[in-house]
C-alpha cells in the first residue's frame, strides 16, 4: 500500500488494516457478475479497482448488498476509455457508468475530503459541503466517507480487504460510528442523520455514544437540505425492509416531525400510531416477501389522519363532502411536498388512494363495478383494511368489499341489492308521505 501513502491527507491517522482473503468471508461467488468484470477490466488495464461502501459492508454482514460500487484511481475519462457502454454522469461528482442491460454499475474515481482539496474545487456553505470533486489518494477516499463500515475496500487484486478507518471492528461489533468529528460531520451533510437511522435500523446494529449523542440536537439540519434529496432518502425508508423500526428511531432521535410535520401533530394519538404502525409492518412484511410495495401508499397512509381533521372543519362549515376531500388532500399534499419533493405522479396516486376512501363508502348502481377497475382500487383497498382494523365504521364496509371482491358477477348483484335495500326504503317512505 505504499503507493498510497505518498500524499497527507489532512485526516491521515494511520496505516491500513489489510485483512488477506483466507481471513475473512467475501467469496467472488457472491460478487455481482458484471460488477466482477469492470473490476477486472480496470485491475488489467493497470488501474487499481475496489468494491467499496455498502456492498461490503453488507457481505460482511451477511446482508445481500443492493448495489455493487467500485472505486479506482483511474480517472473517468480513463474509465470510459476502457468501456464501450460507459456514460459519464453528474456535476458534483463525476462518475462513471457502466451500462449493462438495464444494470448499472457505478465507478468512481477516488476523492478527497474537501479540507483537504485547495479552495476552488471543494465548496463550503454554512458547513455544508457544496462542491466535492477533488481526485485523491484511496486513504483521503476512505476518511471522506461518513461512517467506518461504510469505508472498507475490497482488492481484486489479491481479494483482500482494506481498512483505514476501524471498519472491521466496527463490523465485528456491530456498532455504527461516524469517521471524524461527528457534529462536523452531520453538518457538513445533514443527510447523514437519515443515513445514520437507516443503517440501525436496516443493519439491526447499534450506535457509539459519541456519533449518536448529536443525533438528537441536529434535527433542524434537514431544513437545509433540498426537498428533492429529502424524498430520496426518505424513499429508502421504506424499500429495505425496515421501515417500522425506522420510523421508531426517527421518532426516538425527534427526526420524523422534520420530515413529516403535519404527520407529526398526530403522533401522541393512539389511533394515528397504530396505524402507521400497521402499515409499516405490513410494508416490511411484503418486502421479505419480495412482494411489490407503493411507497404513495405509505405517503397516503401518513397524511389520512391530517386530511381527516381538514375534512371535519370544511364539512363543519357546509363544504360537501367531496370537494372538502379534494380541498385537503390538496393542501397536505401541497404542504408535504413542500419539505419531501413528492413527484406530482405519485402526489395524483395519493391522493386517488385518499379519495378511494370516500368513494369504496358509496355502494350504489354501477359504482362498485366501476370501482374494481380503477387502477388505484388496490391501494385503496388495502388502506381501508388496515383502517378496519381500528375503526369500527369501517370494519363492516371492508367485510362487505372482501367479499364483493371475491365473488361472481351474480353474488356481487346480490351483495349490492343487500346495501341498496334501506335507500329503497327511505324512497318509498318520502313518496308515500306526498300522497
Ligand atoms: N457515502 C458517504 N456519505 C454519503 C453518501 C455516501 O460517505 N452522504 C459513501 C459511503 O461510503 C457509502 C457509499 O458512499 O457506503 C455508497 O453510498 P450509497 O450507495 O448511498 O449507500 P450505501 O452505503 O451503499 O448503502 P445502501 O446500499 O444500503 O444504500
Avoid at 434537514?222 to 425496515?242: D, I, N, T, Y
Wanted: aromatic share 10%.
Amino acid at each position: 500500500m505504499q503507493r498510497f501513502a505518498k500524499e497527507k491527507p489532512l485526516y491521515k491517522k494511520n496505516i491500513p488494516l489489510l485483512i488477506p482473503r483466507a481471513e475473512h468471508q467475501i467469496s467472488r461467488s457472491a460478487i455481482n457478475r458484471n460488477a466482477l468484470k469492470v473490476l477486472y477490466r480496470l485491475h488489467e488495464a493497470g488501474f487499481s479497482a475496489y468494491l467499496v461502501g455498502g456492498c461490503v459492508r453488507d457481505l460482511l454482514l451477511g446482508v445481500k448488498p443492493k448495489d455493487f460500487d467500485i472505486a479506482t484511481d483511474a480517472r473517468p475519462e480513463e474509465v470510459r476509455k476502457l468501456f464501450k457502454n460507459c456514460r459519464l454522469i453528474g456535476k458534483r461528482f463525476r462518475l462513471a457508468h457502466i451500462l449493462f442491460g438495464p444494470e448499472i454499475i457505478e465507478v468512481a474515481t477516488f476523492r478527497t475530503h474537501h479540507e483537504n482539496a485547495k479552495e476552488q474545487h471543494g465548496k463550503m456553505h454554512q458547513g455544508m459541503i457544496i462542491r466535492d470533486n477533488v481526485y485523491g489518494t484511496i486513504e483521503d477516499d476512505a476518511w471522506r466517507r461518513d461512517f467506518r463500515i461504510n469505508a472498507l475496500y475490497y482488492n481484486i487484486a489479491d481479494f483482500s480487504i482494506v481498512d483505514y478507518t476501524g471498519g472491521i471492528q466496527d463490523i465485528k461489533d456491530k456498532v455504527l460510528h461516524m469517521i471524524g468529528d461527528p457534529m462536523q460531520r452531520f453538518h457538513e451533510d445533514p443527510v447523514r442523520l437519515l443515513r445514520a437511522i437507516r443503517f440501525l435500523a436496516k443493519l439491526n446494529i447499534s450506535i457509539t455514544e459519541e456519533t449518536e449523542e448529536p443525533l438528537n440536537r441536529l434535527s433542524y439540519l434537514l431544513g437545509h437540505v433540498s426537498p428533492g434529496r429529502l424524498f430520496q432518502e426518505v424513499l429508502k425508508f421504506f424499500q429495505e425492509g425496515a421501515s417500522l423500526p425506522t420510523f421508531h428511531l426517527l421518532q426516538k432521535y425527534k427526526l420524523f416531525s422534520q420530515l413529516f410535520p403535519e404527520t407529526g401533530k398526530f403522533l401522541e394519538e393512539p389511533a394515528t400510531l397504530d396505524l402507521l404502525q400497521s402499515a409499516l409492518t405490513n410494508t416490511d412484511l411484503r418486502i421479505r416477501e419480495n412482494k411489490n410495495i407503493s411507497p404513495a401508499f405509505l405517503f397516503a397512509v401518513f397524511l389520512w389522519h391530517p386530511v381527516q381533521k381538514e375534512l371535519e372543519e370544511s364539512t363543519k362549515n357546509g363544504l360537501p363532502i367531496y370537494a372538502a376531500y379534494e380541498k385537503a388532500l390538496q393542501y397536505h399534499v401541497k404542504k408535504q411536498t413542500e419539505v419531501l419533493a413528492i413527484p406530482r405522479v405519485m402526489q395524483i396516486t395519493i391522493r386517488d388512494i385518499c379519495l378511494l376512501q370516500y368513494r369504496l363508502s358509496q355502494r350504489r348502481g354501477n359504482q362498485p363495478f366501476r370501482l374494481l377497475q380503477h387502477p388505484r382500487f388496490r391501494a385503496g383497498f388495502d388502506l381501508l383494511l388496515i383502517r378496519a382494523e381500528k375503526e369500527v365504521d369501517v370494519k363492516e364496509l371492508a367485510t362487505w368489499w372482501t367479499r364483493f371482491i371475491e365473488s361472481s358477477h351474480e353474488e356481487r348483484e346480490k351483495l349490492l341489492k343487500e346495501v341498496e335495500k334501506p335507500k329503497k326504503y327511505n324512497r318509498r317512505k318520502k313518496r308515500k308521505k306526498k300522497e
